[in-house]
């Protein structure tokens, strides 16, 4: 893997592939026997991998819809229509008509997801299931979960971004900063989901606009600690090389598929000491070329973690 000249960090692109599968199946196996099998795997691993997609958050209880969007965002769906905000993940395209309204969205939905929130217990489960393991964590997820759950925050690296942060909107410089104090003066504030002018964060280089440290757009920071976070990542995968290592992939969809699953995928074609384990509610198919060495686990992702749990300690 080659490093990026410019500031000798990994290029990140060059792990994102987009090669689909074309033996995808769903294995008949029972559940049970899927499980056993599974926790094998995990017992015998020197190293495990994990990688988490939104389905994994929403199986912890971290629900974008329903009685927690509905009872807590009462107020803007009221204010600006139940169909174009049925849920948080569809409120936050909303186009706000002024930085007061939209910080005033934001910062309830940062505490909603980022700050409020304990750790949940699928993420210490899965703790207590790898931590005496060589493990490292990639994650699409910007709830910091695996942070709060004692994962060692030098073994995971978030690739979109946190909650917990925002940056200039249109990444004028590579820093990011912290939204908790501000996130909290901004919702004791709000009102008529709108936050006070002078609560509205500009960019302390450019003066523009500020926005949530997400990956939305090309503008995206990519700040010294998201590109270290990266090469320990890249350590991680060379020191995988010829050792007997368990890919464990939580709720991973078709989303973005080319961050974690594809790339599982791939590491699993150039690699016969590789496992796959996937846990996912309902696209816990896998490609029937990587036989034995892979099983797909469907159903409650919550109540798989627990079963596995159970059976690896």
């Not at 949940?120 to 931590?131: H, I, P, T, W």
């Amino acid at each position: 893997m080659s490093l990026n000249k410019k500031n000798h960090h990994v290029d990140w692109t060059k792990f994102l592939y987009s090669i689909p599968a074309k033996d995808y199946m769903i294995q008949s196996n029972p559940y049970e026997e899927k499980m056993k099998y599974a926790a094998e795997m995990i017992k015998k691993a020197d190293m495990v991998l994990i990688g988490a997609g939104a389905g994994a958050s929403a199986a912890a209880g971290l629900l974008y819809s329903g009685p927690r969007f509905t009872e807590n965002f009462a107020e803007f769906i009221e204010k600006y229509g139940s169909e174009y905000m049925p849920d948080m993940y569809a409120a936050g395209f909303y186009p706000f008509p002024s930085e007061e309204a939209k910080w005033g969205y934001w910062s309830k939905h940062a505490l909603m997801n980022r700050f409020y929130p304990p750790a949940f217990s699928l993420y210490q489960d899965l703790y207590e299931m790898v931590k005496d393991k060589e493990y490292f964590v990639l994650t699409t997820n910007v709830d910091h979960q695996f942070y709060k759950s004692g994962f060692d925050e030098k073994r995971i690296f978030a690739t979109q971004g946190d909650y917990g942060e925002i940056q200039c909107e249109k990444g004028c410089h590579p820093k990011v900063y912290e939204g908790e104090e501000l996130f909290y003066k901004m919702d004791e504030a709000r009102k008529d989901c709108l936050i006070p002018s002078e609560l509205v964060p500009h960019c302390p280089v450019c003066g523009g606009k500020m926005a949530m440290h997400l990956r939305s757009d090309q503008y995206f920071v990519e700040d010294e600690e998201w590109h270290e976070a990266a090469d320990r990542y890249v350590e991680f995968l060379e020191q995988m090389k010829g050792k007997n290592v368990v890919l464990l992939e939580l709720g991973v969809g078709f989303n973005t598929p080319v961050i974690i699953r594809f790339p599982f995928e791939k590491m699993m074609r150039e690699n016969d000491s590789y496992h796959l384990i996937r846990l996912n509610m309902t696209q816990h198919f896998v490609p029937q070329s990587f036989g034995v060495r892979a099983v797909g686990i469907g159903g409650d992702l919550a109540q798989a973690v627990i079963d596995l749990k159970e059976r690896v300690l």
